[in-house]
DNA sequence: CTGAAAGCGCTTACAG
DNA sequence: CTGAAAGCGCTTACAG
């Protein structure tokens, strides 16, 4: 049906291997017998078929991004810096999502033994000691963003630090009751929200304060209703349950429906409540009050895995290292 | 280096032929030597190679999704309703992202030349017609969704009527003044554009009003910030050039964009300028005021695109359909 | 019940 | 300057 190379070498009365050859630019072959052949494949709309050419050659020229789930800003935008700096290189790579759902172990060794990319970018996915050493023994490139990874490179965001910030912030408000919400996935909070968690409680305790357990909370699904959900169920615990600062530390999506739940229910922010977010989504700064949050640099992490992915692919026995980016504090009216 | 069929073979005791027959569970070969096998399999840690059984079976068990580019909430919705339903599949299916800058006919054709999927979604992308017929001569399944494509599978979206609707709206709200803000993809406006600026046209006509050509604008990256430098030209161009009335078609981001910018010039939302977005963005009702704007199932399109996508898989020769969804106006204070 | 052989569509040393 | 041959790692009729 296709048409391959074996019909192009025919009609241009050469063998298969000059076809490839000529495709090649291999020195050595008539500019008559080129003209030939470019014609027939011309002719014959003919394509190389990816698939034998990435068996033979060890290389798909397609890298895998991983998450968990690509529902979160947080993966579009990072995802949004790999695509942007993709389309400047020369060579043409393709994106090949994964998403692990709860499963990421099972997931990053089926892309390193069934070779379904030159290399793989990690969303805030951890690979195990021994999955990081398979990579290696096989000579791909591991960029891990957002979370420890012995024995790959890893990016990360100071996510300690940001928190830190957040915390601050609340603090410097003179906020009394705090209350702090992560995000999971996939069933474990992962290194992120843990240093987020980190960064909150060393501030508070710096101020003298303990954190009270009963005032941290977890969602799942990043959707803006669970952020509803949660602030009904922090409000309906009584009025010693309500908080009168939240640092939402799993994201602004998530911080922003809890800022309309809070309205709904008549709690004015900032004025009986502060909310800090994670992020800076676009809409960040449109909503009502706009949300102070937490900025990382998502695309430019993004363009900066390509960056590594790139040298990694150039250079198989290259340093691992750690490259980490600073978040920063959007002060807005939410606080 | 790493571990192929052969290698099993021989820990195994047994031909390369009998793994792969006891892989795939073909009658007839005696649970002892399963047995063997998969001892084998287990202790070498063998993984099949992806290329490889992808080009003998001539199938790759990835789909592509296409699009212009993948930035906009649009996209990401879509893909997200794809993801989510094909993680309802048994078997485990690939996500290959192809964005095509201008050049959509060219990774067009590379996809089914190159067999590099087993069926294509596009995402507001027009296949020609003979590339939607080259699709066809090669069975590869083609769902174009918010498109028109001929000889293909197609999702739309019922733009002009979700067009008429918002127009409908700034008229019912005695704007006199109405601008129109469309979207370009890749450079030309696209269907889904051309529609919704046939519906608004539409409206107005039969409200016996004209539109003026000047009240017309385009943006190009669908950025946030270009929706305030679009309000501030607007704004500039001197009173008489300053609308109480916008159909943002290009979407809600852009809308907020444009919105912010009125609201930094002191144009008050709505009273002395309307606004109407278009998608309902999960920020859209947080922002102030919270934003009119028209909905679009998108989600639910993305898992329908998938559903379509199988169908095709197991019967090529199906017929060609048009599935329409409708959208639906949220009134919000924004007009 | 199991193996030898051909083939998927390509690339690339190796001869001539 | 060009072709015959081997091989990438699999699957699958076909024999035995």
């Keep these: 049906m296709a048409v391959t190379i074996h019909d192009v070498a025919r009609l241009a009365g050469v063998s298969h291997t000059t076809v490839s050859w000529a495709i090649h630019g291999h020195p050595g072959i008539t500019e008559a017998t080129k003209a030939r052949v470019f014609k027939a494949i011309e002719e014959l709309d003919y394509h190389p078929n990816y698939l034998a050419r990435s068996l033979v050659k060890g290389r798909t020229n397609t890298i895998a991004v991983v998450a968990s789930f690509f529902s979160s800003p947080f993966e579009m935008e990072v995802l949004k ?6 389309h400047e290189e020369e060579i043409r790579y393709g994106i090949n999502l994964f998403s692990t759902m709860n499963d990421s172990e099972r997931v990053l060794r089926e892309i390193v033994n069934g070779k379904r990319a030159d290399a793989a970018i990690l969303l805030s996915v951890s690979p195990s000691a021994e999955t990081a050493a398979l990579y290696r023994a096989n000579g791909m490139p591991l960029i891990v963003i957002d979370e420890e990874a012995q024995g790959s490179k890893t990016i990360q965001l100071n996510n300690r630090r940001g928190s830190r910030l957040a915390a601050e912030c609340l603090l410097a408000r003179g906020r009394k009751r705090l209350a702090l919400v992560l995000g ?12 987020r968690r980190r960064g909150f409680e060393e501030a508070l ?15 799942e699904d990043y959707y803006f209703e669970e952020g509803q959900t949660l602030f009904a169920r922090m409000a309906e ?4 349950g309500i908080p009168d600062g939240i640092f939402c530390a799993a994201g602004d999506m998530i911080a922003m429906g809890i800022m309309l739940e809070a309205r709904n229910r008549g709690i004015r922010v900032p004025e009986d409540l502060s909310i800090v977010g994670y992020d800076d989504i676009p809409s960040s700064a449109l909503v009502s009050p706009p949300l102070t949050t937490v900025r990382q640099p998502l695309m430019r ?11 990694a692919l150039g250079n198989p026995d290259g340093d691992d290292c750690t490259i980490i980016y600073e978040p920063q504090l959007i002060e807005r009216g939410s606080v």
């Design 184 to 195: 999971t996935s996939g069933g474990n909070p992962g290194l992120s929200q843990a240093e």
């Design 205 to 219: 305790a710096e101020a003298g304060r303990a954190v009270d357990p009963s005032m941290i909370h977890f969602i």
């Design 81 to 86: 810096g790999i695509e942007q700096r993709i």
């Design 301 to 311: 992490i993004g363009r900066r895995a390509w960056e590594e992915t790139v040298k």
């Design 237 to 240: 615990s009584g009025p010693e």
